[in-house]
Structures are given as C-alpha cells and as structure tokens.
C-alpha cells in the first residue's frame, strides 16, 4: 500500500530533478526525493520540510529526514534514525537505529552512525568510521579513518580520532587533540589540550592527558595519572597511580612511574626565551619597540588590577594574575632577544648585583651604580 504521492511540484538541484511529496494518511506535504527508490512506502519513515533525498539513496523504517537535510549518492537512513538541520549523509554511508546527525554534521564515505550515537554540529565521520552505542560527536570535530567512537564517549572541539583508533567507555577527546593510529582512550579518561595519543598507546581509567603532551608507542596511562605540559610518555612506559608526568620529562619503555610519583624537567630560561621567540609575529621593522611598547601595556594591565583591589576590594585571581605575568615575561623575552640578550644571562647578572649589593650592605638604597 501505498505512503505518499507525488504533488507534481519539482525542484531542480544538482542537474537533478527532485519530485515533492504529500503523505496520504494525513496529505502533509513532505520534502523532495528523486524517485520512490529513495523513499521506503514501509513503516513510518518520511522526508519533510525542505529535505531532499536523492542518487541511489534509500530512507526506511522509520527513520525521519528533515529541515534542510540532504540524503544522497548510495547512504542509507534506516531505523529510528533522524537527519536534520544542515546535515549531509552521503557517499555509502549509514545513519541506523536511533542514531541522530543534525547541525551541520557531514557523514560520509563508508561511515557507520549507528544505535543511539549523536553527530552534531560542525562534526565530520567519514572513512570507515564508526560510531555507536549512546556516543557523541559534535563541535567541529573529525572522526574518520576505521576509528571507533563508542560507550558514552564523547569527541568534541578541534579534536581528530583517526586511524584504527578507539575512543570508548565515557572517555572524553576535546579542545584540539589527536587521537590516532591504533591508540585506545577508554574509561573516563580525558585527552585535551593539543595533545597526542598515537601508536598503540592507552589512556584509560580516570587518567588524563592534556597541554602539549604525547603519549604513543605501547606507552599505558591509567589510574589517576596526569600527563601534561610538553611531556611524552612513549615506548612500554606505565604511568599509574596518582603520579604525575610534566614539563619537558621523557618516560621511556625502561620506566615505570609508581604511583604517587611526580616526572618533570624544570623550563630554563633558555628554554623559554627559544619557545616563546616562535611565537613572535611583528615584523623586523618593528623590533624592540613592539616588545617594548607592549611591556609597558601589559605591566600597565596587571596594576590595573592590583589598582582595583585596593580600590574595590576585586580579589586578585591567581590564575588570572599568573597569566598577566606570563605576558609580561613574553614581551620580556622578546625585547631581550631583539637587543641580542640571553634572559639566562640577564637573570645571572642581576642575582650577582643583588648578592653584591647585600653583602656591602647597600641592598636598601638608591641608584644603579651603588
């Protein structure tokens, strides 16, 4: 029996000629499909609004596509699923069971959203991704590869789940990292940051991986371990417990990090005055004065705030007051290294006047030269 008719209005789209709908049970109007190939007169499914359905593309069930979604190439919707929004399914796709894509999502390829998984946003799954279960995938992040994305994971942001990689459990992979290759992040871990997880190396349990950090060859991060800063955990390394890797520390395949330990190599000024230097955009026409001129704005900022604590009884923010000092270090730096000067020197130079100053006894008084 049959579902709908064809109202005889049509709609050119693509160099094709999309034919509009209207549900006998009720005469709604529904949305566009190319031919009834695309639309299953089984079951409860249907395209309204201003969806369209078209190429090899096949919707049933009672899956729904509407707003302005787009079904076409070979991709399937089937199930409970829904498609809506901005939303694009195409390539052989599948969108299956209750799975729902909406925003401005795009699945593609050979990709699977299948169970109660949710795409949204500005997300991508493509390849011969898969993502199921109650997972979610939203922001503008991609999955794709054969990557899985399941349990009650989440990937959202910047992030990349790539490779044969697998997200899992009630993990979270946010902000702008990377998970690929045959790397497993499961549990409640977290993965943010611009961090990398790769090879075949595991996050799992409650452990996190933020900052600038990598963890990859058969490397394990588990318990309530953190890594994070610029450090790497990489080769057979466990990291577990409560401990903690930092800073610019290497864990190699000899180490084990116990659990209540704490890995760092300390930032030198040498280091920092490098690092920072790579991030200085101002032209060679503007040197010393930017940094200079900037020195003075942001050390002006910071008393402003310190200002309005005397003034108002603000409360100084710690986090706030060590960001505003690292600015003010970053246009230090900078200034150092226009004028050709090591910020480890400069430091060296002025412990030795201070050292000097107090063993004369003159650390209290004015003028440079005492």
């Not at 990377?178 to 497993?184: E, I, M, P, R, S």
């Not at 290497?250 to 890995?263: F, H, K, L, N």
Request: charged share 25%; with cysteine; proline share 1%.
């Amino acid at each position: 029996m049959d579902k709908y008719e064809f109202t005889g209005g049509t709609l050119e789209h693509e160099g094709r000629t999309l034919k509009g709908i209207r549900r006998l049970i009720d005469g709604e109007l529904g949305g566009w499909i190319e031919s009834e190939d695309n639309l299953s007169h089984l079951g409860d499914s249907w395209v309204g609004d201003d969806a369209k359905v078209y190429g090899n593309a096949w919707v049933c069930g009672n899956a729904l596509v509407y707003g302005d979604a787009k079904v076409y190439d070979g991709a399937w919707v089937s199930g409970d699923a829904q498609v809506s929004g901005d939303a694009k399914v195409f390539g052989y796709a599948e969108v299956c069971g209750g799975a729902k894509v909406c925003g401005g999502a795009r699945v593609f390829g050979y990709a699977e959203v299948c169970e109660d998984a949710k795409v949204c946003g500005g997300a991508q799954v493509y390849g011969d991704a898969w993502v199921g279960d109650e997972a979610k995938v939203y922001g503008n992040a991609l999955v794709y590869g054969k990557a899985k994305v399941s349990g009650n994971a989440q990937v959202f942001g910047d992030a990349e789940v790539w490779g044969d990689a697998k997200v899992y459990g009630s993990a979270k992979v946010y902000e702008d990292s990377v998970v690929y290759g045959d790397a497993k992040v499961y549990g409640k871990a977290k993965v943010y940051g611009n961090a990398l997880v790769l090879g075949n190396a595991q996050v799992l349990g409650n452990a996190q991986v933020l900052g600038d950090a990598k963890v990859w060859g058969n490397a394990e991060v588990y318990g309530n371990a953190k890594v994070y800063g610029d450090a790497e955990v990489f080769g057979n390394a466990l990291v577990y417990g409560d401990a903690e890797v930092y800073g610019y520390a290497e864990v190699d395949g000899s180490d084990s990090i116990e659990p209540t330990s704490s890995v760092s190599e300390e930032l030198t000024f040498e280091d920092y005055q490098l690092e920072s230097s790579k991030t200085a955009i101002y032209s060679g026409s503007l040197d010393i004065m930017y940094p200079a001129l900037g020195l003075a704005g942001e050390v002006g900022e910071t008393l402003n705030k310190i200002k309005k604590y005397y003034r108002d009884g603000t409360p100084l923010d710690k986090e706030d007051m060590a960001k505003e000092l690292g600015d003010i270090l970053w246009y230090l730096s900078a200034l150092a290294t226009d004028l050709d000067l090591d910020l480890e020197y400069i430091a060296i130079k002025n412990i030795m006047k201070l050292k000097d100053r107090q063993e004369r006894g003159v650390i209290g008084g004015s003028g440079d030269y005492r």
